[in-house]
């Protein structure tokens, strides 16, 4: 069976759920397709590319983005606060993507 295949389903049913909760005012209100396009995003990088040194920094860069939005969204964290989190954040991602046991990707490499 195709692994691709399981992420519609899977988004479909991690949305609505998360609509739901809110919906029955088990969780507060968080906009669940900014959040969750946030995660994905990060987390499509990994499954499309693999690990390199744009997926280091592209993919938990949008993961923890996603987890801070919530955090905003929830009134945990101010907005003036997470945007500095997140520059500081892209940084600590570029000096570890300079790692040479991360390898470039192929679509810069040419010569594999």
């Not at 990994?46 to 690990?51: A, E, H, Q």
């Amino acid at each position: 069976m195709n692994k691709s295949t399981l992420l519609v389903p899977v988004l479909l049913i991690t949305v609505g759920t998360g609509w739901l909760l809110t919906t029955l005012n088990v969780i507060p209100g968080i906009d669940w397709i900014w959040t969750l396009g946030l995660a994905g995003v990060g987390l499509m990088a990994f499954i499309l590319s693999g690990v390199d040194k744009v997926t280091v920094v592209v993919g938990p860069f949008f993961v923890v983005a996603s987890f801070l939005s919530i955090l905003r969204q929830t009134g945990r964290m101010h907005l003036d606060v997470e945007v500095p989190v997140l520059v500081i954040l892209s940084g600590v991602l570029m000096l570890a993507a300079r790692h040479p046991a991360i390898r470039i990707p192929t679509w810069v490499d040419s010569k594999t």
